[in-house]
């Protein structure tokens, strides 16, 4: 176990950051996390922005470990099943267990991203660094350079570990520095967030099933929040006749709702404004090895291996990473330079079988949701 004496830096303070840092400070570590965007418990939410995520066994098992699970669960709406709506005639409803009694739950990423960062900054030894930006890192010695607001600081620590997301800088420096090789293949689709308010201080659609509007080519999910409004997010091509940037004016807009996804109409009086003010967001997977450098840097969660969302499985990949890191560390007596190399090899298999799962399943969200066969015959185990 550790002395106690190590300080380990996390950068990124969201999802998989925050948890690493709470399971570090649990083995006695002192943790440093570096986070570039300002503190979000005091800030602003950023417009369009995947408000809500499915949160699965798999996460949960995560939380429970740091004790967080029931606090982030009173928040969250179990959805037993798939809603799906058809252009014309009544939505059908298809469970995710043969007993209906299992779910996968929607929850808040910024209720959860905040209770993750009260948890780490409770605990003795984490301290939390806002408006850090890591702009350069020596792989070697582990010496990092941060853009604040006052300008440029270095820090340093032993063991540097990326949850910075995507599109890591810490990824970036290694590759940089010529130490791992990456592969980013973007979808031609991106993700647009269009709400529904509460209606009559009601949900307006079932609030216990993931809404689907499979259309082929396009595809539109809803999720439902706590305040009783669904977040949509409407999946289009980013390019071509039939996408996104094809519906230049309010009437198009209005238009092509109401042909492809008439029952969202009287539901979303903001559709028109979020449509044109929302922005795309972008859609790929990120693939890249080795995972660490010299027993100094490691990577986890999306800086690693960044998925598609249509299984909802990234966050609860990102969290089991942290108790595979735990688990290692265990196995290694803390030996960074022998748990970040075995992390690497108990993770890689896994994380790609999700990758290649998430993608054939936007397949399955779009088409075959809505084909008679499908509903017949098929028990459905995810969104
Ligand atoms: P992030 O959550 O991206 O956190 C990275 C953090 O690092 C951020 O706080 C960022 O500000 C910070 N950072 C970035 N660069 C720097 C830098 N240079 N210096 C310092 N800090 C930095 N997953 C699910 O499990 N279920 C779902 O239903 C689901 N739905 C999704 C829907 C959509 C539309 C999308 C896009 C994703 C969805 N995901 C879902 C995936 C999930 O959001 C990610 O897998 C998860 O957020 C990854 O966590 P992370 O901590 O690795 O990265």
Redesign the pocket.
Known sequence: MSTGRDEIAV???????CLLACFLARRGYRVAL????PDPRTGRVERGR?IN???SER?LDALRRIGLDEQVMADALPMRGRMIHPVAGEPQFQSYSATGDRAINSIS?GALNNALLDAATALPGVRIAFD???VGLDPASGEMTFETPQGKVTASAPVVLG???????VRGQLLAHGLLTESLDFLDYG?KELTIPPLGGDFALEPDALHIWPRGTSMMIALPNPDRSFTC?LFWPTHGTAAFASLGSPAAIERHFAEQYPDLIPLAPNLVDDYQHNPV?V?GTVRCAPWQANGVVGLL???AH?IV?FY???????FEDVVELDRCLDDCDDDWAAALPLFERRRQENVEAIAQMALANFVEMRDKVASPLFQLGRRVEHA
């Open positions: 950068v990124g303070a969201g999802l998989a950051g570096y986070e570039r965007r995947s995520l499915a949160l996460g990423r850090h930006r890591l949850a910075d997301g995507a599109g890591s800088a993700y997010t967001g859609l969660g999306d800086a960044a969302p909802g499985q990234g966050a609860n990949c990102a």
